[in-house]
């Protein structure tokens, strides 16, 4: 039996993730990017990290070109660039706020945290690309605020609990 692409859609919409944005620059300096929730913590040392992404995408041909890419983890009022970047094109970048970490990947304004990753492994699956990135840098910059988190889809919102 082979499980439809709508019904493993549907499964799999009830994986709660939160909500990333990951994004690169091209070989001309040109920002990229897309919303993904396929993004893991893979080993604290070294610390890596992986995301998925879809072979068409122009943010993988960024990764490819550059080795470099950053992930933005939105905040729980971050569903506007959420769905900025989830769709295909070009202007996802047009009047949103960013400025480039350290490796010059963009980091997008209002995120909970972000992470600058230098590709160590690119694994071909499916539709998809896996990329293994080695942290070069990261950052907490908004503690208070509480994840954006994708379920069922639809956003939803965590509050952080008191200790």
Known sequence: MTLSPDVFRDVMGRLAGGVTVVTAR?????????????????????????????????????????????LNFLSSDGARHSDRFAVSGEGKFDSVDWVPAPAGSPLLAGAVAWVECETQRAVEAGDHTIFIGRVADGGVERAEAGPLVHYGSAYHVLERADP
């Open 26 to 70: 091209d070989g001309e300096g040109v920002p990229r990017g897309f919303t993904a929730t396929a993004v893991c913590s893979v080993s604290l040392s070294p610390p890596l990290v992986l995301v998925c992404v879809a072979n068409g995408s122009q943010t993988l041909s960024a990764i490819r070109d550059t080795g470099w890419y950053a």
